[in-house]
């Protein structure tokens, strides 16, 4: 078996037990740390002019960290029918999480900012939360151990869960109240931070006025920080004062603020499907953003993206996709 395929999402199937390892990039890393860590420790005996017994603590600390890494690798989920549970064995023995099936929800895609994808398993009660990762990342939308993860371990899994569910599990409860929208009659606007988005406008119009007064040698320089100063203020502007609204009555979703160019209609028998993304920065999580697909009129293979919301919570983005089905399908 190759390094490459090591590093890709590996799994076995049995008929009341399946074992996904998603971690095999690991591997990869255990390859470069000890090749770093062998490079280290021939510069660390050169210059400290010392024996490799004199050396043998600092070795047996490199030689832990491989270990460690090495044994990641070797994480895996297991799904085991028989028992009804799910366990995650951290570096292979160690149980780090053990779940009951009836309180999982499934596998679903989860999208990232840079373009990358994996899938991730969700509970009942966290539908859009941080999930379990139960794969390697993907880059490529038709990669092959993508395409077989979906047609081989997740059906199985998802036979397993759909034997632990109960009726109950699927009954909505209907929303008496909106916390996300305000109604007027059949139309539901969403809610903004209309205030915040002003502050941070204002913010970057008075640092542009503020440059004009900046005495400089680069009179280019200076106009386009002071354009772009300007125009991130305008974009705040916009913001706060630009409407989304679903019209129950004439089955339209619009968007409109003050840039025309920005505006965008949408009827409801076009909507394709929900995606939420979720964003990090330097691998800091952020929040998740709510993306609505639609359908583009005489063009099968093409779908628009319209971006809905973005929220921190999975709590907050859980009533706002309920809130939004519920206004759709009313």
Not at 23 to 29: E, K
Not at 247 to 276: C, M, P, S
Request: a positive charge; charged letters at 15%; hydrophobic letters at 45%.
């Amino acid at each position: 078996m190759s390094l490459k395929s090591l590093s890709k999402t590996r799994w076995s199937l049995e008929p009341q037990r399946v074992v996904i390892y998603p971690y095999g990039v690991f591997y990869i890393f255990t390859l470069v740390f000890a090749l770093f860590a062998t490079g280290l420790f021939l510069v660390y005996v050169t210059y400290q002019n010392t024996t490799f017994a004199e050396s043998l603590p600092f070795v047996l600390f490199l030689l832990l960290i491989v270990a460690i890494f090495w044994g990641h690798a070797g994480t895996y989920v297991e799904f085991d029918h028989s028992k009804g549970h799910m366990r995650k064995m951290f570096l292979g023995f160690i149980p780090a999480t053990t779940t009951p099936l009836s309180k999982l929800q499934g596998i679903n895609v989860v999208s990232n900012m840079a373009g990358s994808y994996n899938y991730r398993l969700f509970r009942k009660d966290s539908r859009y939360g941080k999930g379990l990762v139960v794969s390697c990342g993907y880059t490529k939308s038709n990669d092959p151990n993508a395409l077989a993860f979906v047609e081989e371990p997740v059906p199985v899994i998802h036979q397993f869960l759909d034997q632990y569910d109960t009726p109950a599990d699927y009954v909505k409860v209907p929303l008496t109240s909106y916390r996300f929208f305000t109604q007027e009659g059949p139309v539901f606007t969403v809610k903004n931070a209309k205030a915040g988005a002003i502050v941070i406008g204002l913010f970057f119009i008075a640092i542009g006025i503020s440059m004009l007064a900046l005495q400089t040698n680069g009179l280019l320089a200076k106009v386009v920080i002071i354009a772009i100063m300007l125009g991130i203020g305008f974009i705040f502007f916009n913001a706060a004062y630009t409407e989304t609204t679903f019209n129950t009555d004439t089955q339209l979703l619009e968007r409109r603020g003050w840039i025309k160019a920005f505006n965008k209609r949408y009827h409801f028998g076009a909507f394709a499907g929900l995606q939420t993304v979720r964003q990090s920065f330097n691998f800091v999580y952020t929040g998740t953003s709510i993306n609505m697909y639609f359908h583009v009129p005489g063009k099968a293979d093409r779908q628009d993206v319209f971006a809905i919301a973005s929220f921190r919570k999975s709590a907050q983005v859980e009533r706002f996709v309920d809130e939004l089905h519920q206004i759709m399908e009313g």
